[in-house]
């Protein structure tokens, strides 16, 4: 069953703004992940973190975890119009439970 | 890094044909690849663990006479949508992992319309 909820469901910015999402889940983990899905593509895995981690950077990309609250965010600063995509965190190590996703639109 | 790659990338058949969707990993080795179903603006779900040389693990409510997994080489996975119907109509992706890494590399999908 799924067990990741995302929010917000879609998020609509301006290019170079920052666009933040957020992922909450239910039971205990070792890390999680964020992937990013173009239209009707696959998936492209963009950070883990693990759950001794509470913030980890990647270029643009900054998520953060908070253990206590099983909720993680991800940050995209400066956004730029290819940002556009959905955005979805998983969680169970090999068996990946992807949550709800957002779907992000960067207007040009 | 690690490609997948999935084939075909889209395929329409007639309701109760069986369709054979590939899964290859092209420059590793995957003793273990998944399937995932993804329906219009859902999420994933994982539908089975493909494991290379033996049966694959399904999940829960997924029916393993119906969408069969053979995992016959560390570098193929095939998903067989047999008598498949409306309802099957989905995007089927693959992924893999490259041990001792815990992040999937996923595959281009599959988008699979029954008429």
């Known amino acids: 069953s799924q067990q990741g909820e995302e929010d917000p469901q879609a998020l609509s910015i301006q290019e170079g703004e920052n666009a933040t999402m957020n992922c909450s889940y239910k039971t205990s983990i070792n890390n999680l992940q964020w992937y990013r899905q173009n239209s009707g593509r696959g998936l492209v895995h963009l950070i883990l973190i693990r759950s001794n981690e509470r913030e980890k950077h990647s270029g643009r990309l900054r998520v953060t975890l908070d253990t206590s609250k099983k909720s993680s965010s991800l940050l995209i600063t400066a956004s730029r119009a290819a940002d556009t995509a959905s955005y979805f965190c998983a969680t169970g190590g090999s068996r990946l439970t992807f949550g709800e996703g957002t779907q992000l639109t960067v207007n040009p | 890094g690690a490609v997948v790659s999935q084939h075909p990338s889209w395929v329409i058949c007639k309701s109760g044909t069986s369709v054979k969707i590939e899964c290859r990993s092209l420059d590793f080795q995957a003793t273990t690849m998944f399937w995932y179903r993804q329906f219009p603006k859902q999420s994933l779900m994982l539908m089975a663990t493909?494991?290379?040389?033996?049966?694959?693990?399904?999940e829960q409510g997924v029916e393993k006479d119906k969408f069969l997994i053979n995992h016959a080489s560390l570098t193929l996975s095939t998903l067989t949508v047999t008598s498949a119907h409306p309802e099957d109509s989905s995007f089927y992706i693959c992924?893999?992992?490259?041990?001792?890494?815990?992040?999937?590399?996923f595959g281009p999908g599959t988008r699979l319309l029954v008429l």
């Open positions: 992924s893999a992992r490259v041990p001792p890494q815990e992040t999937q590399y």
């Open positions: 493909s494991n290379e040389g033996s049966k694959a693990t399904y």
